[in-house]
Antibody
Framework: EVQLVESGGGLVKPGRSLRLSCTASGFTFGEYAMSWFRQAPGRGLEWVGFIRSKAYGGTIEYAASVKGRFTISRDDSKSIAYLQMNSLKIEDTAVYYC?????????????WGQGTMVTVSS | QSVLTQPPSASGTPGQRVTISCSGSSSNIGSNTVNWYQQVPGTAPKLLIYSNNQRPSGVPDRFSGSKSGTSASLAISGLQSEDEADYYCAAWDDSLNGVVFGGGTKLTVL
């Protein structure tokens, strides 16, 4: 079964850091770009960023709202994608989802994890 | 304020056909494909339509998508109670260099 499982969420104080992990199974992880999204309580979906596969240079794109604070990385040997979040702000409070890009020709995300909650509060 | 514009709500009775619109600009819908996601409250989003009108495996053909210029729409025919959910349109934006979403449309099955 194709699956993504996020972990690492929790309660953190403003200004602190947190690292989320996304463990993939059921597909050849290294062949796919991976992306992170978030959804604040009661709000809509927001793209955080994505990392391309090694075949496409492994390059990374970020949303303006997180650029310079968040870092996406991947370990293809472990089938894990990471989201390192630094200098966290209260407005970063959200459910964070890990997703898989459906293909190189379409920027659509076909597999989603169950999400992990990040709460930034003093 | 979302980059793509959707109506906040839509409704229909079982068996009806409903459409949800999504309006953008030349930098997003006008130059890139549109995708639609369905989210039942409390669960993760699910890809419903990609590349304007393609259905992933397992999505019923009651769901269809279309695009014209800088607008797109999602149509649901033969409405069922389990279709009650939030629906989001999304596209790549060349100016923002990122994925942009509509604010979501809450579909109620009366």
């Amino acid at each position: 079964e194709v699956q993504l499982v996020e972990s690492g969420g929790g309660l953190v104080k403003p200004g602190r850091s947190l690292r989320l992990s996304c463990t993939a199974s059921g597909f050849t992880f290294g062949e796919y770009a991976m992306s992170w999204f978030r959804q604040a309580p009661g709000r809509g979906l927001e793209w955080v960023g994505f990392i391309r596969s090694k075949a496409y240079g492994g390059t990374i794109e970020y949303a303006a709202s997180v650029k310079g604070r968040f870092t996406i990385s991947r370990d293809d040997s472990k089938s894990i994608a990471y989201l390192q979040m630094n200098s966290l702000k209260i407005e970063d409070t959200a459910v964070y989802y890990c997703t898989r890009l459906i293909s190189s020709s379409s920027i659509a995300f076909d597999i989603w994890g169950q999400g992990t909650m990040v709460t930034v509060s003093s | 304020q979302s980059v793509l514009t959707q109506p906040p709500s839509a409704s229909g009775t079982p068996g009806q056909r409903v459409t949800i619109s999504c309006s953008g600009s030349s930098s997003n819908i006008g130059s890139n494909t549109v995708n639609w996601y369905q989210q039942v409250p409390g669960t993760a989003p699910k890809l419903l339509i990609y590349s304007n009108n393609q259905r992933p495996s397992g999505v019923p053909d009651r769901f269809s998508g279309s695009k014209s210029g800088t607008s797109a729409s999602l149509a649901i025919s033969g409405l069922q109670s389990e279709d009650e959910a939030d629906y989001y349109c999304a596209a790549w934006d060349d100016s923002l260099n990122g994925v942009v979403f509509g604010g979501g449309t809450k579909l109620t099955v009366l």
